[in-house]
């Protein structure tokens, strides 16, 4: 047969390698009986190969297989079956030597060695299988219960064992990636509380400024009402003062006329007093003449009594006239005097109205500039109002703005506290610690929240 022959070629090679070196058992079944067996197909039935030589394989079975018929009848259906098909596949119980089952996964398929009947049975120990699934399985849980420093460490059969080096490689990649997450989240949630802290003392700030800012632009509105009413009075007063120096004027021109009037009544009572002098003068002579014609009657004796009579009331008319004349000169004298006074009085006067008119014009100035800087002050505090009430409502949009960045980072503490203690439900660990029983578990490390910042510290 072809496993004792040597030949050169690759093929044949290639099936004595197999043959010798592959961990699952290689049985040839000849006439339903075995004529060839690997070892591990000596291992698997756990006995001599002498003792297995020749042997129908139902000889190694349980009676019954797992669908309840004998080992026989089903053993019969599926050499049968690969013939037919090109191959059978199943799951085969057998007995070792203390008689304890042995789970196995049998391929067969027509090897045509010696006789286009002959089979070539290739049979896996699911036993090992088995162990190597529930320790996977095992694995498994324990990863699934968030422990991520669990490791394989007891090698599995050579074509499992990639399969176990690639779980702790991922098991070890979990492991390092939360580390750092956990890491990386206590330090989010430390900074973000330190930003909320931030955050609501600029809130709080931010609504103490506000308020001020709402003060301020309420005084700062009644101080442009009150700026705006100076303003107004300060128009007022301008146009009282212009109407004051106005009125000055007028007083002054007023005072310029009457002294022309007063300097009239000095010029005529002057004339009358020349005219009363003249009157004196005529009285005196008048008296002269009654006199010497009251002379000339007397001397023309009853001739002139007539005449003498005529004379006396001319000398009493003339002595009337002088006395009355000397009367009305004392007044005019009198009256010149007080015209004289009142001319004074008048100058000063014109002197104090033009004073006061100069005043008055200075002080009209002033009440304009007043006016002016008061208009002007009412306009710079208005826009200084306008510019305030701006400010404000910035300022309570900004405060708005930082409630609304408040929550967000309340939020994000809150985010960052769940993730945090979510992740910090996985058992972690700076490295692998071998455990004896095929499977190792780390040091569980749960890092507190309020402890992992000082330990990353």
């Known amino acids: 047969m072809f496993l004792t022959r040597r030949k050169a070629s690759l ?4 099936a004595l390698a197999v043959y010798q070196k592959s961990p699952d ?24 190969m002498e003792k297995i030589m020749g042997q129908n394989p139902v000889v190694f079975s349980a009676p019954v297989q797992i669908d309840g018929r004998s080992s026989a009848e089903n053993l019969a259906d599926f050499l049968g079956k690969a013939q037919r098909e090109g191959y059978s596949r199943f799951e085969w119980i057998n007995l070792n030597s203390r008689g304890k089952e042995v789970r196995l996964l049998v391929t ?18 699911l036993d090992e299988s088995s162990k190597i699934m529930r320790s996977l399985e095992t694995a498994l849980v324990e990863l699934a219960n968030r422990n991520l420093t669990i490791r394989l460490t007891e090698k599995f059969r050579p074509d499992y064992e990639a ?10 990649a979990m492991d390092t990636a939360m580390t750092g997450v956990l ?12 930003i909320d802290q931030a955050a609501n003392d600029l809130s709080r700030r931010t609504e103490q400024q506000a308020a001020s800012l709402e003060e301020s632009a309420a005084a700062m509105h009644e101080i442009t009402e009150t700026i705006q009413e100076t303003a107004r009075s300060a128009a007022t007063a301008k146009e009282v003062a212009v109407k004051a120096q106005e009125d000055a004027q007028t007083s002054v021109e007023i005072v310029s ?15 009358i007093g020349d005219i009363i002098a003249v009157i004196d003068g005529i009285a005196f002579q008048t008296n002269l003449l009654a006199l010497n014609a009251g002379v000339e009657a007397a001397r023309a004796g009853d001739a002139g009594k007539g005449f003498a009579v005529v004379a006396n009331e001319v000398r009493a008319l003339a002595l009337r006239s002088a006395e009355a004349a000397k009367d009305v000169k004392s007044k005019i004298s009198a009256s010149v005097t007080q015209v004289d006074s009142g001319v004074k009085l008048v100058s ?5 109205l033009a004073r006061i008119a100069r005043q008055i014009e200075d002080l009209s100035g002033l009440v304009k500039g007043i006016a002016s800087a008061a208009d002007q002050q009412a306009t710079g505090i208005q826009q200084v109002s306008i510019a305030i009430g701006e400010m404000d409502s910035v300022t309570q949009q900004n405060a708005a703005m930082v409630e609304q960045t408040t929550a967000a980072v309340r939020g994000l503490v809150g985010r960052a506290d769940t993730m945090a203690q979510d992740v910090a439900s996985f058992a972690i660990s700076a490295g692998p610690a071998v455990a004896a029983g095929g499977v190792s578990h780390g040091n569980d490390r749960v890092v507190p929240i309020s402890k992992a910042r000082r330990q990353h510290a």
């Open 108 to 125: 067969m398929i027509p090897a045509d060695i010696d006789d286009p009947s002959d089979i070539l049975a290739l049979v896996q120990n």
């Open 257 to 271: 006329r009457t002294m022309n009037a007063m300097n009239g009544i000095e010029r005529s009572s002057a004339e």
């Open 183 to 194: 890491q990386t989240g206590t330090e989010i949630y430390a900074d973000a509380r330190d």
């Open 348 to 352: 000063e006067t014109g002197e104090a």
């Open 25 to 48: 058992a290689i049985v040839l079944i000849q006439n339903g009986v075995i004529t060839a067996c690997n070892a591990a197909g000596v291992k698997m039935y756990d006995a001599p």
């Open 163 to 172: 399969l176990r080096t690639s779980f702790n490689t991922m098991a070890g």
């Open 11 to 14: 093929d044949d090679r290639l």
